[in-house]
């Protein structure tokens, strides 16, 4: 089983979501209130799909 990464600013954070904008792997918490609450977003597993 692979650990998930967490969050390095929301420790109890699962890395979930890719930011588009900055293009980094980020948390959810980090969309909602966080650094990139203005940036463009998708969920990690679509991004992995598309990258393939």
Known sequence: ?????????HEDEKINIYCLTCGVPTCSMCKVFGSHKDCEVAPLNSIYQTQK
């Open 1 to 9: 089983k692979v650990d998930q990464p967490m969050c390095e600013v």
